[in-house]
């Protein structure tokens, strides 16, 4: 009897014990953060204001692609060339020159093209000095070799430096490098400041950031003249990495493309109007930077016509050599 109620306590006392807490289920791991989409921005004035122009597109881009999207904005031409080189760059705006370096260098690709409000198909480059100053004409201006001081900008812009050189420069087998008495190397916003200032007497520049300038800087472009205008130029272009997946490259097209047409697009459009007074963008692909390479290649020819040859063979051989290049780019750009 004693070991019957002695069994029976044990069990009690078993059967009353609290139970074991179980321990709590695995919570699953948070998903990654998406990798911030790197949006390069070309400066037409300082890098802070070129990204501050942007800054609503591309929270509006980050918000479509539910990633984040993070302004590359740099001081020069030559930093964005690198910046894309080095593969720091997923999208950018780029002017033509660069695009053509980033799509026959870089694995990038043209994704879109630039639309204007008024409806212009491009834009020009020309040549600016301070009104009331010595320079009247361009008559005055090609008329005194070393005399005057020249802002331009980087050898990378169309209108900063391609196309003035090729189109006027080059043609009347002259260098701006040589044939003014001094030269330097700015943004657009900068040159026109430094002409309206009186440091330097001409300036290269384009009608589509003198606009922009007018707005900023009232005063200072009541003070300038334009002594010479090019052939229209294409607008530059958007262009997108081709190592982002075909869906992200999509996803952006299509985000630029019908920016500024939804249901969004009041605000939408004075969004785009902080970036260069545009519409918005349309579709585009690399065949868009033809006529950048056109001009690059006419600067090229004319340069070597000009250049001092040791006989007419080598100079024929160049011209050969340039042709074939000019050539297999084309290729490349239309396929």
């Not at 807490?21 to 953060?33: C, D, M, T, V, Y």
Request: charged share 25%; glycine share 6%.
């Amino acid at each position: 009897m004693r070991s019957l109620l002695l069994c029976i306590g044990i069990a009690g006392a078993a059967t009353a014990a609290p139970p074991v807490p179980l321990a709590p289920p695995a919570q699953p791991a948070p998903a990654a953060q998406p990798k911030p989409l790197q949006f390069g921005i070309l400066p037409t004035g300082g890098p802070a204001e070129s990204k501050g122009d942007w800054q609503a597109l591309l929270d509006d881009l980050a918000k479509a692609l539910n990633r984040p999207v993070e302004g590359v904005s740099v001081s020069t031409y030559e930093g964005m060339h690198q910046a894309i080189a080095a593969g720091r760059v997923d999208v950018a705006f780029l002017s033509g020159k660069l695009a053509l370096d980033s799509v026959l260098n870089n694995d990038m690709q043209v994704s879109v093209r630039l639309t204007r409000l008024d409806g212009s198909p491009g834009y020009r480059s020309v040549l600016i000095a301070r009104r009331g100053g010595p320079i009247r004409n361009l008559a005055t201006l090609l008329g005194a070799p070393g005399r005057w001081r020249y802002a331009r900008s980087e050898p990378l812009s169309v209108s900063g430096y391609l196309v003035p050189e090729a189109q006027l420069f080059a043609r009347r087998n002259l260098s701006s490098d040589l044939y003014f008495k001094s030269v330097v190397v700015n943004n657009h916003q900068n040159n026109a400041l430094a002409v309206a200032n009186g440091e330097v007497d001409v300036a290269s520049n384009n009608d589509a950031d003198l606009e922009r300038f007018a707005v900023r800087f009232p005063r200072q472009h009541a003070q300038l003249r334009v002594l010479w205008q090019s052939d229209l130029i294409p607008h530059a272009v958007l262009v997108v990495s081709r190592s982002l997946p075909a869906q992200t490259r999509a996803a952006v097209r299509q985000f630029l493309i019908d920016y500024g047409r939804g249901a969004d697009a009041a605000r939408e459009r004075r969004n785009l109007l902080k970036i260069h007074e545009l519409s918005g963008f349309e579709a585009a692909d690399n065949r868009a930077l033809l006529p950048f390479e056109e001009i690059e290649y006419i600067l090229e020819l004319q340069q070597a016509h000009s250049a001092r040859w040791i006989d007419e063979n080598a100079k024929r051989a160049r011209l050969d050599r340039l042709r074939a290049e000019h050539d297999r780019i084309e290729r490349q750009l239309t396929r």
